[in-house]
């Protein structure tokens, strides 16, 4: 098994979704040490990079099963499987339980937990963690502009979360505002950006039709899918 495959599967995931992938609100999502080296940038969510993503993700899934399949060291064998599993993971939950399409919290939820990782992560100094929650924080408005192009029709319980969660997240840009990062270079305008961004998506949220909150992937599925068993 060779460890350049593993390497360029967690780098490929540490690059297009960083917060999912450090936050542990994602059981699905594995863990990637080097997310944190991508506190500069939010998920990618788009509709159509998700498809890309999901296409990228199958392959390496089908590279690990046929590395497991040849592998003749058990120890390599159990590697190569266990990359699998981890890849058929992340499908999932992007092809599987496609949350993106029905769940309006999950944007405020990556948003917000990502805006959070860039303030309060360690980092190597105070510009390095400015110019890192800038970056983040200007995305703001942009993926939750993915929602309105992925979501329509909410589940009830998911639309009345995303209410609260909206709250929540305007009283939070509100404190930071109150403080150094918050009142730093172009942090203010991006603030004001971010809570306009917030409530016309508070009315988008609140004009969405309900629908029945969606059970999660069958059983068959996750055996075929996140497993790799028939």
């Not at 350049?4 to 967690?10: D, E, T």
């Not at 092809?95 to 399409?101: E, L, P, T, Y």
């Not at 990502?114 to 995305?139: T, V």
């Not at 999660?216 to 996750?222: A, E, L, N, R, V």
Request: neutral net charge; glycine residues 6%.
């Amino acid at each position: 098994m060779k460890s350049s495959v593993a390497k360029k599967f967690f780098a490929y995931l540490a690059k297009h979704y960083p917060v999912m992938c450090a936050s542990g609100a994602f059981p699905l999502m594995p863990p990637v040490a080097d997310a944190s080296k991508r506190l500069d940038r939010l998920d990618d969510l788009s509709g159509r990079g998700i498809a890309r993503h999901v296409a990228a993700l199958t392959t390496f899934r089908n590279n690990f099963l046929a590395e497991a399949e040849k592998a003749s060291d058990p120890a390599d064998k159990a590697r190569a499987h266990a990359l699998a599993v981890s890849a058929g993971g992340v499908i999932a939950e992007l092809d599987g339980i496609r949350a993106w399409q029905h769940a309006p919290e999950l944007y405020l939820q990556v948003a917000f937990t990502g805006l959070e990782q860039a303030a309060d992560l360690p980092a190597k100094n105070d510009r390095a963690r400015q110019k890192r929650f800038i970056s983040r924080l200007k995305a703001v408005p942009a993926i939750l502009d993915n929602a309105t192009e992925n979501i329509e029709a909410a589940g009830t319980a998911s639309r009345s979360t995303s209410q609260t969660m909206i709250r929540d997240c305007a009283r939070y840009l509100t404190e930071l505002g109150g403080q150094e990062l918050g009142r730093a270079g172009k942090a203010p305008r991006f603030l004001a950006d971010a809570l306009a961004a917030l409530r016309e998506y508070d009315r988008f949220v609140t004009s969405r039709p309900e629908i029945p909150d969606p059970d999660g992937p069958s059983f068959q599925y996750t055996a075929e899918h996140v497993l790799g068993t028939d």
